[in-house]
Each structure stands twice: as structure tokens, then as C-alpha cells.
């Protein structure tokens, strides 16, 4: 399975909404119903943390300006309003195949 | 405190081998499958291995497989991984995490860097 994310940079001024594509060769939906995306945030110097689980469902104390959706081959990550904090690199992982990520997505301050 | 802790990194030459360790803490480590991650250089993640509960399924990517070991002491809380053979292009921080796919709680530990280098 590829993951496939866009843009890889993107640039977004404070209190603007940001939005981050990844595309999977597969669907990755399974027989039972599940998709399992993740997305991921790591910051500078820091090891990654979980964002979002299944697609849409956030994480304990991640901040609801945050949210995913998506079906099948397509997902997508939001930020309603970006603050100075969610400067990193933002990383789709796919797990019902296998354990696959993106490329990631660099997202910086204006 | 959920934590994960890498050791065993440092400098290796080309060919040579390593290994590294991950201590866990703070949680049921037997409760998980575990993997490690890796990232290069100023490059993204890569799935590395991956080791199921008992520590009887393991995974590899492609470009590790035939050098890299995964195993487990469930008795220890920790996580090893036996690198062989070892390339210029295998020098990354690797993470140790449990890629939780579920709600349950995703957890990583802060990297080992590994350099391949003459």
C-alpha cells in the first residue's frame, strides 16, 4: 500500500484553517467494517504523537480544532483555526494492510 | 508514567550489527503488539517491524527483512531489535511505539539514532 500526501509544505497564517490530503492505493476498509488511519503530529525535536484513530476520532487532550475524515481511499486532516503550537510535520499511517505512512506534511507559521 | 525507553544506539560500521532495546513501563506491555519505526535524516517515518503479543508473529519491511530480529521479553517489558548486515542507509532514529490502531492509548518512546558510518 502507498499513502500518498498533499501538499508536502504548507505555509498557513494564525487563526487560518489548514487542510491535509493522503490517498491510499487501497481501500482501506475492512471485512468487518473498520479503516484504520491515523494521523500523527511530530514537532520539532519531538517524537511522534497520535492525532486522530479510525479515520475521525481524536485522541485524549488533542484540541478540537483538530478533525479527519475519509472513506475508502481518501482522508483528510483538518485544523479549523492553526495556532504557533501545531508547527510540525503531520504524518497519515494506514494499519489495516499494513503499517504504512505518508510522506508527511510540513506545516509552518506565515 | 506510560513510558517507552530506547537504548542501544550509537555508531556502526558498514556491515557491522547492533542491537537495541526498548524498556516499557507504566502499562500491561504484554497487552500490546509492538514495532519499531524509523526515521532517516531529515526524512519521514518508516514502519520498521513489527512483533505480535506473544511475541509468536513478527513483521518486516522489505528493506530490512533477512537482517533485522525482532523480539520480545514480556517478562522484562522489553522490546529488542537485532540489526545485521547493517547499510549506510539504515542510519535513522528508531522509535519504539505500539501503533495502536484502536482507541486504546498510542505510544512512542523518544528514539535511539543508529549511524552507519567508516
Known amino acids: ?110 | 508514567e506510560v513510558q517507552l525507553l530506547e537504548s542501544g544506539g550509537g555508531l556502526v560500521q558498514p556491515g557491522g550489527s547492533r542491537r537495541l532495546s526498548c524498556a516499557g513501563s507504566g502499562f500491561s506491555f504484554i497487552d500490546f503488539a509492538m514495532n519499531w519505526v524509523r526515521q532517516a535524516p531529515g526524512k519521514g517515518l518508516e514502519w520498521v517491524s513489527t512483533i505480535s503479543r506473544t511475541g509468536g508473529n513478527t513483521y518486516y519491511a522489505e528493506s530490512v527483512k533477512g537482517r533485522f530480529t525482532i523480539s520480545r521479553d514480556n517478562s522484562m517489558k522489553t522490546l529488542y531489535l537485532q540489526m545485521n548486515s547493517l547499510r549506510a542507509e539504515d542510519t535513522a532514529v528508531y522509535y519504539c511505539a505500539n501503533l495502536e490502531l484502536g482507541p486504546g492509548v498510542d505510544i512512542w518512546g523518544q528514539g535511539t539514532p543508529v549511524i552507519v558510518s567508516s
Open chain 1, 1 to 110: 500500500v502507498v499513502m500518498t500526501q498533499s501538499p508536502l509544505s504548507l505555509p498557513v497564517t494564525p487563526g487560518q484553517p489548514a487542510s491535509i490530503t493522503c490517498t491510499s492505493s487501497q481501500s482501506l476498509g475492512n471485512d468487518y467494517g473498520g479503516t484504520y488511519l491515523n494521523w500523527f503530529q511530530q514537532r520539532p525535536g519531538q517524537s511522534p504523537r497520535r492525532l486522530i484513530y479510525k479515520v475521525s476520532n481524536r485522541d485524549s487532550g488533542v484540541p478540537d480544532r483538530f478533525s479527519g475524515s475519509g472513506s475508502g481511499t481518501n482522508f483528510t486532516l483538518k485544523i479549523s483555526r492553526v495556532e504557533a503550537e501545531d508547527v510540525g510535520v503531520y504524518y497519515c499511517m494506514e494499519g489495516t494492510h499494513s503499517w504504512t505512512f505518508g510522506q508527511g506534511t510540513k506545516v509552518e507559521i506565515k
